[in-house]
């Protein structure tokens, strides 16, 4: 392998790492408020708001059934008003960001809704706010769950990630399209591949040890 | 209204409605009731007779459709806000299952409730190491629910239910799930509470054992109305309502299968005893007369099976007997019985020896 290559490689990989790093932290600052509101307003839920409730489900429920790739072109416009370009690292953060958050929150709704309600009851005769009941019930129950679903997350980002490569974001995606699909290097398309492989790996095992650390129910 | 106008009065439900959207009929159809302060008051009835209902009005769980509840004259329907926060500091409750949160050990459990409250750091820590002492839990602040036994998480409940020094502590089913020697070491527990801290306890249940353990007064609750009310003894000495006779049924011996069957319905010889039910409700100090029998009878009389209870110092229970007739008619020996017991039944006739 080529010293260029090797150094696009280098590069790639750290840009991939961008990308999914930024995303992620701001899939689960957003996420997470997101997932709150949905699961608070159903119906019983603390916030109890059945109207906002469906008309936020509905445009969670819009985003998330629009394909990345085309939800990447249609964001492109807004994505250059925000961070100034559509390209690299910061192009791909957009995209990728609001593509995750929707998914997020749906996963990290279920795990707050599977609470058991005797505990918010507990909660409220014991004099707790409906807020107090979010932060000191909800939240900490809900915790591996929410864990667990925000590892998930993050993994189908790193495939979308490669999706965006391919259309001028960088990373390893755009990596494995220039020279495994345009110029048949198969080399550096087992490279990328295993990179990737070893990454999401590497994710999904500590997202599992953390869910399961903070487990305290067995 | 008068029972108001008492000093005692802790708790008071008048004209109580509690209608669920959707229900057909009502869980609670006008129920009355005064709690006095202190007081270990039992509900009991079947499953759905609207006893949680009931109960989860006491701290505003649940909203009355009609009528009110009164927690030392104010009135609970109308509180909001703060003064709902304020008011559910002042009754603590438990639950069947324990409902502790299982990302919280121990000590954050019974810590939760002064820290929403804002009490500080210190405070917390003295007041909660003060309630897991009570309970007898020092040993276990730092384990997670799931590493206590179900006796242990529900002192773990007791604790946290009692970390704001409430006035009223209210229980819903809280000892089913235990296990018998569990359960009796929790109503020691709460016994011991309700005496030490004067604290007014008002709890569910659907052993009858646990409202004779350690209930002062009781009410039946059956479709959401109350159906018989008053001090235990009197309640189970002489209950008056089907439905406190079927859940009282769980608590009687019944009388053992070679008696029953032996039971003739009349005598095939001569000197075949008469068998009686003699049923003492512990009401007009009132208890078995061994002696008096003995005296009534003559020495013919056979003790075949029975037992007296005391609750509240009131012995009450069934005493089932075989009298020689030695001649005499069984009215005869009815009358002379009579006055012995509260309620004298006769069941048939056995032989000789059995
Ligand atoms: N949140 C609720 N919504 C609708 N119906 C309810 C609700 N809670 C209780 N009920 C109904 O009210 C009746 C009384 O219930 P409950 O008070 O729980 O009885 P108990 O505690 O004596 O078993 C039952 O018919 C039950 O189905
Ligand atoms: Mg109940």
Redesign the pocket.
């Known amino acids: 392998m080529s010293q260029i290559v090797y150094d696009r490689l280098i590069e790639g990989t750290i840009d991939t790492l961008l990308m999914i790093g930024i995303s992620s932290v701001i899939s689960l600052l957003l996420g997470l408020p997101l997932a709150v509101l949905l699961a608070t307003t159903t119906r019983g839920g603390v916030f109890e708001s059945p109207w906002f409730n469906a008309g936020l489900g509905s445009i969670v429920n819009v985003v998330r059934s629009i394909p990345f790739l085309i939800l990447m072109v249609a964001l492109i416009p807004f994505t250059r008003a925000l961070v100034g370009t559509s390209y690299g690292v910061l192009g791909a953060v957009v995209p990728l960001s609001v593509a995750t958050i929707p998914f997020f929150a749906r996963i990290a709704e279920v795990s707050l809704r599977e609470v058991d309600r005797g505990l918010v009851e507990a909660a409220e005769a014991m004099g707790c706010s409906r807020w107090h009941i979010v932060w000191h019930v909800l939240l900490p129950e809900a915790r591996p769950g929410i864990v667990a679903g925000f590892t998930i997350a993050v993994v189908a980002m790193i495939n979308a990630s490669a999706v965006a490569g391919a259309i001028g974001a960088g990373g390893l995606g755009d990596l494995a399209y220039r020279y495994g699909y345009q110029r048949f290097d198969t080399q550096v398309m087992v490279t990328v591949i295993v990179l990737l492989v070893a990454l999401v790996m590497l994710i999904q095992l500590f997202g599992d040890r953390l869910a399961l650390f903070l487990n305290k129910r067995k | 209204m008068s029972v108001f106008s008492e000093e005692k009065t802790h708790i008071l439900v008048s004209g109580l409605v509690?209608r669920?959207?959707?229900?057909q009929?009502?869980?609670?159809a006008g129920v009355d009731l005064a709690i006095r302060r202190g007081e270990i008051f039992g509900?009991i009835?079947?499953?759905?007779?609207?006893?949680?209902?009931?109960?989860?009005t006491f701290n505003r769980l649940?909203l009355p459709t009609e009528g009110s509840v009164q927690v030392a004259g104010q009135d609970v329907g109308s509180l909001t806000g703060a003064s709902l926060m304020q008011l559910r500091r002042r009754i603590g409750m438990i639950f069947q299952h324990f409902n502790l949160l299982s990302a919280k050990t121990a000590f954050g459990n019974v810590a939760l409730p002064l820290k929403v409250a804002g009490v500080g750091r210190d405070e917390i820590e003295r007041r909660v190491t003060e309630l897991l002492d009570l309970v007898g839990l020092a040993d276990k602040r730092d384990a997670y629910p799931a590493q206590l036994s179900g006796g242990q998480k529900q002192r773990v409940g007791i604790a946290r239910a009692l970390v704001h020094r409430p006035e009223i502590l209210l229980c819903?089913?809280a000892t089913s799930a235990l296990d018998p020697e569990s359960t009796d070491a929790i109503l020691t527990l709460l016994r011991d509470i309700n005496s030490r801290l004067g604290l007014t306890i008002v709890l569910?249940t659907?052993e009858m054992s646990v409202i004779h353990e350690i209930c002062h007064r009781v009410v039946v609750?059956d479709q959401?109305r109350v159906v018989e009310e008053g001090e235990v003894w009197n309640i189970f000495g002489a209950p008056q309502h089907d439905v406190t006779r079927a859940l009282l049924r769980t608590l009687q011996k019944t009388i053992p299968g070679d008696l029953r069957e032996g039971l003739l319905d009349q005598p095939q010889a001569s000197d075949d005893r008469l068998v009686l039910d003699l049923h003492y409700t512990g009401g007009q100090g009132r208890g078995p007369d061994l002696a008096g029998l003995v005296e009534a009878l003559g020495s013919g009389v056979e003790l075949l099976f029975g037992g007296i209870d005391r609750i509240q110092g009131h012995g009450q229970g069934h005493l089932l007997v075989a009298i020689e007739r030695r001649g005499r008619s069984d009215a005869d020996i009815l009358a002379r019985v009579q006055s012995l017991s509260d309620d004298v039944r006769k069941l048939g006739y056995v032989p000789d020896r059995i």
């Open positions: 509690k669920y959207p959707g229900a009929a009502p869980a609670i509900i009835g079947r499953s759905g007779a609207g006893k949680s209902s009931l109960l989860r649940e819903d089913e569910i659907h609750l959401g």
